[in-house]
């Protein structure tokens, strides 16, 4: 695998040219040459790129399958979609989103009150806004106030309770006003179908959200007579995130499509719109055995169209307008983190290292042969004798017979046999060769945090693309391990013989070796938690002008370490004084030390706390 699996996650977004991994957009400039121009300016650590090429890419990508499935099938309903704050707040993002965005009229989903205030400042006025998740009186007053300022804003209503708030509000914001303004309003339903995968609890009938069909007759009767049947305008679902297969939505399409119709044929008039929620389903695998969706953009434009179109026929309604609010499938692929390898764990087994000592014990004198003569025929054979030595050596260390020395020399002896072997016999694809391969794998110290950049990793099992940006002319060799710089065990993407993900040998005291971790954009970035205090990455917006020419703009640098102190709501000038006086008032030391080492303290919390070093000569 020298592509990583490039032409399974990577949906033509790269090219490898030169080696180097590069940009499939304007001049192609490599990820290498980006990051080298950001860290030029003194920004080391990891960087968070964020490519808003690639949300207009998803977003384009989207209305097209839909426009074009909307003509193919003569469909009258219109097509539109909201973002779902929830995915990614970060203001890098929205503010590239809604600014590629905007000539498809896109809106903004917000779940909360903080992503509503969001959505009120960065919708364009008629734009959609959808407002799910729970609510209280205050939220439901946002949302009119919202309606007010012109906002074209659906409240999804969760429950009954949700709906008789709507009612108080109302008749509170306009009891005084010439012309009754409020939201419209939406209504989820409880779907009987249900999702599939790790994220399928967001439908069935044991789900968080929406209305069971019992309580959408009280809340129609409830509308009807308080005079708001008119601003039911939305039926809404959402059957969970990442959908692999596409049967579960075409399920929960009919049965929310005759939900619609039932609604309208009841007196729902102004009942015009179908929200199928998110779900689309983003392709992390590297490995085809490993691929995690079973449609195209296509089908799934064409099975909701269809779908509706039939339901709407059969039933003599109108055809709704269709929302989504897919928020995976336009954000994971913008945002790439980039981090620097620190350290190979297993450099000592070098051929350098060996002791070789005037009279070696007769085993290991056999290991050196076994080593000078492995060739393609006995590769096998010496391969085995060499496990086996190997054995009878560390029993002899055991028991006393032979010393550290020989021990150091067996280790590297062995793993360089193994490695020779490998690399003879590497056609053959054998249990016991990719057993030997979870044996000689390497450990690459990577300066990022996994809790912070991949937090989907370490709580839910899910796999993202990892490849190194640079040296792919060559074949990595080395079956790989990472780990990452906090202090827990759990910081590990272990190497995986069924997924193997294989790096390249490097000597890290010469040369430098950064990896990348693609489709981190959707989720990662507000979930990721700061374990040991380790912060977001500092985050870069590349964009390119019309000459193709690169901009780097809005860098956001990690937070310095009294900054990160500060959040958790230490009184930072109590730790200052503290640390200061303990330097003041040291025994130890003379005056001119202690302003000298007041000086480096100062510049040291003014950083942040992504490593520096871990050779003397280099810096990360
Ligand atoms: C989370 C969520 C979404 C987004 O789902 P994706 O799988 O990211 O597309 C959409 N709608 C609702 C109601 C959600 O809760």
């Not at 309606?147 to 009954?160: C, P």
């Amino acid at each position: 695998m020298q592509d990583f699996g490039l032409d399974i996650w990577g949906d033509d977004n790269y090219i490898i040219k030169d080696g180097k991994l590069s940009l499939n957009y304007a001049k192609n400039i490599s990820l290498l040459k980006i990051i080298q121009t950001i860290r030029e300016r003194g920004y080391k650590g990891p960087l968070l790129l964020r490519f808003p090429h690639l949300i207009k890419k998803q977003i384009s990508t989207l209305f097209d399958a839909f426009h074009t499935s909307i003509n193919e099938f003569g469909y009258t309903g219109s097509f539109h979609a909201v973002f779902p704050l929830k995915v990614n707040q970060f203001p890098n993002f929205v503010h590239s989103l809604m600014e590629v965005a905007a000539p498809y009229g896109y809106g903004l989903e917000a779940g909360s009150k903080a992503e509503l205030i969001i959505a009120m400042s960065e919708t364009p006025l008629g734009a959609p806004i959808t407002v799910n998740g729970f609510k209280d009186k205050e939220m439901i007053a946002l949302c009119f106030i919202a309606a007010k300022m012109g906002h074209n804003i659906t409240v999804t209503i969760e429950g009954l309770g949700e709906l008789e708030t709507i009612i108080d509000v109302n008749t509170e914001f306009n009891k005084e006003s010439a012309l009754c303004i409020a939201p419209k309003i939406g209504v989820r339903i409880r779907m009987h179908s249900v999702g599939i995968g790790i994220w399928a609890k967001s439908g069935g009938y044991s789900s968080k959200f929406g209305l069971t069909s019992t309580e959408l007759l009280k809340a129609f009767d409830l509308m009807l007579q308080n005079d708001l049947i008119g601003q039911l305008s939305m039926i809404h679902f959402h059957i969970g995130s990442q959908m692999g297969e596409i049967a579960p939505l075409k399920k929960a399409l009919r049965e929310a499509g005759n939900i619609y119709a039932d609604l309208k044929k009841r007196g729902a008039y102004a009942l015009s719109a179908i929200n199928i929620g998110g779900g689309l389903a983003v392709e992390y695998a590297q490995h085809h055995q490993a691929q995690e969706r079973n449609y195209s953009i296509k089908e799934f434009a064409n099975d909701v169209v269809f779908l509706m179109q039939d339901v709407a026929k059969n039933k003599g309604v109108e055809e709704p307008d269709i929302f989504t609010e897919s928020g995976r499938y336009i954000a994971a692929s913008h945002s790439v983190m980039i981090a620097p390898v620190l350290e190979l764990f297993s450099q000592e087994y070098q051929q350098e290292s060996l002791r070789s000592k005037e009279i070696n014990p007769p085993l290991i004198q056999e290991l050196f042969d076994l080593l000078g003569t492995i060739n393609r025929n006995n590769a096998r054979e010496y391969l085995h004798d060499a496990l086996d030595h190997r054995e009878s050596l560390l029993t002899l260390f055991d028991l006393g017979y032979i010393d550290l020395e020989d021990r150091s020399n067996t280790e590297i002896l062995v793993d360089l046999i193994i490695k020779k072997a490998i690399m003879l016999l590497k056609d053959e694809d054998t249990d016991e060769l990719k057993r030997l391969q979870n044996r000689i794998q390497e450990k690459y110290l990577v300066n990022f945090s996994s809790f912070v950049s991949l937090p989907d990793f370490w709580g839910l099992g899910q796999n993202f693309p990892i490849m190194p940006i640079d040296r792919l002319d060559t074949k990595p060799t080395r079956p790989a391990s990472l780990w990452d710089i906090t202090c827990d065990s759990d910081g590990e993407i272990a190497f995986n013989p069924k997924l193997p993900l294989h790096l390249h040998e490097i000597d890290i005291t010469k040369e430098e070796y950064f990896l990348a971790f693609f489709l981190t954009g959707a989720y990662q970035e507000v979930l990721g938690m700061q374990h040991n205090l380790f912060t977001h990455p500092t985050e870069v917006v590349v964009s390119f002008d019309e000459e193709g020419e690169m901009q780097l703009d809005d860098l956001i640098e990690a937070q310095n370490l009294m900054d990160v102190l500060d959040d958790i709501d230490y009184d930072t000038g109590k730790i200052n004084k503290s640390i200061k006086f303990k330097i003041e008032d040291s025994p130890l030391i003379d005056e001119r030390e202690k302003r000298s080492l007041l000086g480096k303290l100062y510049l040291y919390l003014s950083e942040n706390c992504y490593l520096k070093t871990i050779q003397a000569t280099e810096e990360y």
